[in-house]
């Protein structure tokens, strides 16, 4: 049972004003939206926090048991005991863990100052039970209507003493006495069960059908009997000439007195899907870490020499976006999360040219050259801290506009506390245990039943669960990232979270407390307790450690399974090579110009073609070059068919030379010009021969030279000097550009040193504006409260010089040089020039004011200390 209280408040401003400050900084931290700004004073902090923004952003985080809780206090007697709270919680057959655990959801509500009063006085805030408590046009969250009283309020006299009439109760001589003779019979036990006994068996269906909400129903001119008899006898009151509503009272009394149908005091467990060997777990999730690695690594490249356009409206096109996955050989929905996870970690960006286009940035080379588990960590941390949802790519937002991939739509400020929630809840397992998702949805729905939301609002899926899909997404994104490994998360992924090897007690919710408890309740301080136990999903306070420790944490722990980097290749007869495993950078870029890329695993085959053999000579290597970077690192002996078509293409190469005429052809070989010309298909490039050894053609150099290797040449390109141009790869870059920034989900939340300076301020904010001041003086220097003191500018410099004297303190109404005003408490200690210096007990420091700004002083009681 919780702790009496003697004495009850009269305000919520009363109740916050006898806490004290480890519960004034509980109650700011648990709800940042306070802060903005420091309220003056505690008075004005009650006021923001019964604002309607404020009490519903508390709500929403309240965990299923403790909103039940408030929903109960909504509609309980305002005041209500605790007694009636338990009993509207546990109904008349009683619940022994709803009683055990409703101390501390009452603690929740109190610490987040949605309730207040002693337990025999407990109060809702009043926006909240205007929020919770049911109306004409909305129901409550439990189902029930409105009281005798309120149904009521609008029915004539005479048709009230009717209905106690045909309740078997005796008339009364007012309207006001008869309600309450009806109440009391529906709150009678015996009474309403012996009423109920003698309704017929329809009039009871018909109760069925109300009794768990909603309680209104629409009857006709001349409703059926079994409406009727319930209307007589006030079980059915009219809410308006169509409709008619179950009273609360009789409402309670079908329910057996509870006000919802199921209480869950209790969390549900995350269950395990699959259990597998830890070891199994890390070695499949490094692998997919590689693989993410190489997959941004393609992308990337891809792009290497520019991306596609920007749409004007930001983002990608969609035939952009189905190209990027073409080449990734995956689907669109993976594309577009390998996109938005380089674009969250900074590798990719607009290059804020007058035509846009995507391009790496610069800080895409800085990675390359970083150590692949290190690589790996900025893409990780990246992830778990974005809030860019690339599941909703391809929905339709509240306008019917289709979400592009990079576009500026596709950001969800819930993302980053869904997306750590269910990597802490899956951390709870034992290693190697993969969660059931089906219970983690419920888990997740539990803890914060308000806040599914809808995928829509400015984004599409409307109507959806965007909570639930974060969470599924979540769960498919960790593994492609090698978070997660066969679904269980990983050792560098626990050491990304911050959680140990051991797993966290998957049991109980932290708000719920059992009869097996050992010690204080997390939720209910004592006098050993370091402060409030933080909310499972308060990711600042359970964060201790920064996220740069855990990173690198995280990279040592995955930097062991991660393969190393080869210096060798396997050549085959067949005109290929196996790359048994990841390639050096250096190995890797030169093999991927000398052939093209036939198939991806777990061993990379490489085909060498004439095309790709080509592609290497135009990038400047000779023959010899080729044959002693294929002998050097390969460890079998060079085929002999390979060695052929590096010769053969080689010696082919550069033998037709194409300039810019507009374009033109020269060969040593007046035959092979010949021999071009009367090939069909160069009809298109628009030659004629210029001399014997020359050919002019209309087409562009670029053209030409595409269209004579589409024919079977190979020529190369010359610059105006008749030398061989070497072709590399032109990359593309953007200015540098910083990662996008998470979209916070309202407030911060404040650190120690902020709630320790704003809870100094109230204190001494509250202290000026409630301070005990003399009597007497000019009707100026009484102001009403919450108003500045009034004094002449004669009348401000002798009070404060005589407070210098005797050196006491004053209370002073002053303005500052922006305008604000504010009340203080100071003890003058020279004045001189026009300045007063004085100890200010509101800020706690010596300051100077000047006396012009002082708006009038008033002498505090000889009790005010």
């Not at 209104?216 to 008619?244: F, M, Q």
């Not at 860019?388 to 979400?403: E, H, I, W, Y």
């Not at 509101?842 to 505090?860: F, I």
Request: proline share 9%.
């Amino acid at each position: 049972m919780p702790e009496g209280s003697g004495g009850s408040p009269r305000t919520l401003a009363e109740a916050l004003r006898a806490r004290d400050d480890e519960e004034l900084a509980a109650l700011l931290r648990a709800r940042p939206d306070l802060l903005s700004p420091v309220p003056n004073d505690v008075t004005q902090l009650a006021t923001r926090a019964g604002t309607r923004a404020s009490v519903v952003r508390a709500l929403e985080r309240l965990d299923r048991f403790a909103l039940q809780t408030a929903e109960a206090l909504a509609v309980a007697p305002d005041p209500a005991p605790y007694g009636t709270l338990q009993a509207l919680m546990t109904g008349d057959d009683g619940d022994s863990a709803v009683e055990r655990a409703l101390p501390a959801a009452l603690e929740t509500l109190r610490r987040q100052a949605l309730v207040w009063g002693g337990d025999d006085r407990l109060r809702l805030v009043r926006t909240a039970r205007e929020l919770l408590a049911p109306s004409p046009t909305r129901p409550s969250p439990t189902g029930l209507g409105p009281t005798v009283t309120e149904a009521t309020s609008g029915m004539s006299p005479g048709r009230v003493q009717e209905i106690l009439a045909a309740a078997g109760l005796p008339t009364t001589h007012d309207a006001v006495s008869a309600v309450a003779e009806l109440t009391a019979l529906f709150t009678d036990r015996t009474r309403m069960a012996a009423l109920l006994d003698t309704a017929p068996m329809d009039a009871l269906a018909v109760l069925d059908r109300l009794v768990w909400g909603p309680p209104y129903g629409e009857v006709t001119a001349d409703p059926a009997p079994p409406v009727r008899w319930l209307r007589d006898r006030g079980l059915l009151l009219p809410a308006s000439a169509r409709t008619v509503v179950l009273p609360r009272e009789a409402a309670l009394h079908l329910r057996a007195g509870r006000a919802h149908r199921v209480a869950e005091p209790v969390p549900p467990a995350v269950a395990a899907a699959r259990e597998h060997r830890p070891q199994d777990v890390d070695s499949a999730a490094a692998g997919q870490a590689y693989t993410a690695l190489t997959t941004v690594e393609d992308l990337l490249k891809d792009w290497h020499e520019g991306g596609p356009p920007v749409l004007r409206a930001g983002g990608l096109a969609v035939r952009d976006l189905k190209r990027t996955a073409a080449a990734l050989d995956t689907s669109e929905t993976l594309a577009a999360f390998w996109l938005e996870l380089a674009y969250a970690a900074g590798l990719l960006a607009a290059d804020g040219e007058a035509e846009e286009r995507y391009a790496p940035t610069p800080a895409y080379d800085a990675w390359l050259e970083l150590p692949t588990a290190e690589r790996w960590g900025e893409l990780a941390t990246a992830w778990l801290t974005a809030t860019r949802t690339p599941g909703l790519v391809g929905s339709q937002d509240a306008k019917g506009r289709t979400l592009a991939a990079l576009g500026p739509e596709l950001d969800r400020s819930a993302a980053v506390e869904v997306r750590h929630r269910v990597l802490v809840l899956a951390a709870g397992l034992p290693p190697g245990t993969a969660p059931d998702p089906e219970t983690l949805l419920a888990r997740l729905r539990w803890e914060r039943p308000l806040r599914g939301g809808a995928a829509g609002g400015t984004a599409g899926g409307a109507g959806k669960d965007l909570r639930a899909m974060v969470a599924a997404w979540t769960l498919s994104e960790a593994e492609l990232l090698g978070v997660t490994g066969r679904g269980a998360l990983s050792a560098h992924g626990r050491a990304l979270l911050g959680s140990g090897p051991a797993p966290v007690d998957n049991g109980p919710h932290p708000d719920t407390r059992t009869a097996t408890d050992d010690g204080p309740h997390p939720d209910t301080r004592t006098t050993t307790d370091d402060g409030p136990h933080p909310h499972p999903y308060d990711t600042a306070a359970t964060d201790d450690e920064p996220l740069a420790d855990r990173r690198a944490r995280a990279v040592k722990a995955l930097a062991p399974l991660l393969p190393e980097p080869l210096d060798h290749v396997l050549l085959q007869a067949d005109l290929t090579a196996v790359a048994p495993g990841p390639l050096e950078r250096p190995l890797a870029e030169t093999l991927a110009v000398l052939a093209d890329v036939e198939s991806k695993g777990g061993a990379t085959v490489y085909r060498f073609t004439p095309g790709s053999v080509r592609r290497a000579l135009d990038a400047g290597r000779s023959a010899s070059d080729l044959h002693t970077f294929l002998s050097t690192h390969s460890r079998t002996p060079v085929p002999q068919p390979l060695s052929y078509l590096v010769d053969d293409v080689a010696r082919r190469h550069g033998h037709l030379r194409i300039g810019a005429a507009s374009a033109y052809v020269r060969c040593d070989d007046d035959a092979m010009l010949g021999e071009i010309l009367a090939d069909k298909r160069s009809h298109d490039l628009g030659l004629r021969r210029l001399a014997p050894t020359v050919l002019a053609a209309q087409a562009d150099p670029g053209t030409l030279l595409a269209g004579l290797r589409a024919m079977g040449y190979a020529p190369a390109a010359e610059s105006a000097e008749g030398d061989v141009l070497i072709t590399r790869a032109h990359a593309r870059r953007t200015p540098p550009r910083a990662a996008p920034a998470p979209v916070p989900e309202g407030p911060p939340v404040p650190d120690g040193t902020l709630l320790g300076a704003a809870v100094k301020a109230i204190r001494a904010g509250d202290m000026a504006a409630t301070v005990v001041r003399k009597p007497g003086g000019t009707e100026h220097a009484r102001p009403e409260p919450g108003e500045l003191p009034r004094t002449t500018p004669a009348e401000t410099l002798a009070t404060v010089q005589a407070a210098a004297l005797t050196g006491s303190a004053i209370w002073i109404g002053y303005v500052n040089a922006e305008g604000a005003a504010s009340q203080r408490v100071i003890a003058p200690v020279r004045v001189e020039g026009g300045f007063v210096t004085a100890y200010d007990h509101t800020a706690d420091e010596v300051r100077t004011y000047p006396l012009h700004r002082v708006t009038g002083v008033a002498e505090l009681a000889d009790d005010a200390g």
